[in-house]
């Protein structure tokens, strides 16, 4: 069994900055890619970073500069540093992951979501 949990969330003051942590445990055999999609009420899910297993990382643009995601392959775990946090930057963050199990498939793994809240 597997299991993704984020944390890091909280009410931060725009221009502020939170760290969000991503960690993945159980019959781990790889871990691929791990992204960061985020999601306010009545709007689809946005994806926000990933980084690959090499490193490679892809952000959206409304986050390029502000946003750096990282992850620990020891760890099973990704991160999420977000620096000059604006109020649209507001919504529930989510971690997603494809784990190799050890049942030697692959399946699609989501995070509870943890929320992001920028107010002054």
């Known amino acids: 069994q597997v299991q993704v949990v984020e944390s890091g969330g909280g009410l931060v003051q725009p221009g502020g900055s939170l760290r969000l942590s991503c960690a993945a445990s159980?019959?781990?055999?790889?871990?691929?890619?791990m992204k960061w999609y985020r999601q306010v009420p009545g709007r689809q899910r946005e994806l926000v970073a990933s980084?690959?297993?090499?490193?490679?990382?892809n952000y959206a643009e409304s986050v390029k500069g502000r946003f750096v995601v990282s992850r620990d392959n020891a760890k099973n775990a990704a991160y999420l540093q977000m620096d000059s946090l604006k109020f649209e930057d507001t919504a529930v963050y989510y971690c997603h992951c494809n784990i190799r199990t050890s049942t030697m498939r692959v399946y699609e793994y989501w995070g509870q979501g943890t929320q992001v809240t920028v107010s002054s």
């Open positions: 159980g019959s781990i055999l790889n871990l691929y890619d």
């Open positions: 980084i690959s297993t090499d490193g490679a990382t």
